[in-house]
């Protein structure tokens, strides 16, 4: 059971990302804790039967990604609670453990080291997703507890993410295996509701397929974000110009050799405990909701049986 007991933030920036934070997101460390104060005075005013989690930490994420304006922080946290009732397949099974096969996969790798800005650079291969084994929304939902695992990390919320993604292997059975709303559904979650600084993303290798499938996604995108994309097919010279070789995989054309995150994702499968307790917040639900295993769902091969329920 989770303690109701308020734990104020403590600041454990670097003292340039403090500097970033302070000239690129309004930070001031003389005002951040009533910031905080003030946007969970907000939500016992406006929305009283929401329940927010006990640390300030978690709070500061969504200042943060909205410049600490506590009314824009507001919207997007209240909007994170609710896509999590509107988009509710995506929670009813969120414990990292039960996603382990996916992380094996290694679709996904966490960069070891940041980028020359302190960015963390996240790879993507979606030729690693097989759909016959894996429906789409377990894939999506082990890559959102990625990246709520991510935001634990300081740098990494006020630096931001830059991904990079091999689309070799991307096919028309896997486009099948998709429902027309997940392009929608996965804009709203990491766009509107997810506190990520979104910096760049970089595409290598992208098969005619692809343009279809960007079709689909590009009337979604704020126009901030369509200027942040980079198409570089299978030249990897220009991916370097952005994204250095150092800190890439082989198959990225850079210079680590055998690097995987399985390490990062082993630590992560251990933290149900702290995935349940965060189920906890948010709009009430009844445990048929959110948190914990719903009976009649399969987690890593699709959606069956009494889950049916979830969709009344």
Not at 158 to 166: A, L, P
Not at 212 to 219: E, G, I, L, N, Y
Not at 269 to 279: G, H, P, S
Request: charged share 35%.
């Amino acid at each position: 059971m989770a303690s109701d007991s308020r734990r104020r933030y403590v600041c454990n920036l670097s003292e340039r990302s403090k500097e970033k934070a302070r000239l690129e997101l309004n930070e001031d460390p003389e005002t951040r804790d009533q910031k905080i104060d003030e946007l969970r005075a907000k939500f016992a005013k406006e929305k009283p039967e929401v329940k927010l989690p006990p640390d300030d930490a978690f709070l500061v994420r969504y200042l943060r990604n909205k410049k600490f304006d506590v009314q824009r922080a507001y919207d997007m946290l209240l909007h994170y609670y609710d896509v999590r009732r509107k988009y509710k397949e995506l929670f009813v099974n969120y414990q990292p453990s039960l996603y382990k096969h996916i992380y094996e996969t290694d679709m996904m790798t966490i960069c070891p080291e940041r980028d020359k800005e302190g960015r963390t650079v996240i790879l993507f291969r979606i030729g690693k997703w097989d759909p016959d084994r894996y429906s789409s929304d377990s894939v999506l939902t082990a890559f959102l507890m990625t990246y709520d695992k991510l935001l634990e990390d300081e740098e990494l919320q006020v630096n931001g993410i830059v991904f990079v993604q091999d689309l070799e292997g991307m096919s028309l059975k896997m486009m099948t295996k998709m429902k027309p709303s997940d392009s929608k559904r996965s804009m709203d979650l990491f766009v509107n509701a997810i506190p990520l600084r979104f910096k760049a993303a970089h595409y290598v290798r992208q098969p005619e397929i692809f343009a279809t499938v960007f079709a689909m996604s590009k009337p979604l995108m704020p126009e901030k974000m369509m200027k942040r994309l980079h198409f570089h097919g299978k030249e990897y010279g220009t991916l370097h110009d952005h994204v250095p070789s150092a800190i890439l995989t082989s198959d990225f054309g850079g210079q680590l050799v055998n690097y995987d995150s399985q390490d990062w994702f082993e630590e992560l499968c251990k933290e149900d405990r702290k995935f349940e307790e965060y189920n906890q917040y948010g709009f009430p639900k009844d445990s048929e909701t959110l948190g914990g295993v719903s009976q009649g769902a399969d987690p890593v091969g699709g959606l069956a049986g009494s889950f049916r329920k979830l969709e009344t």
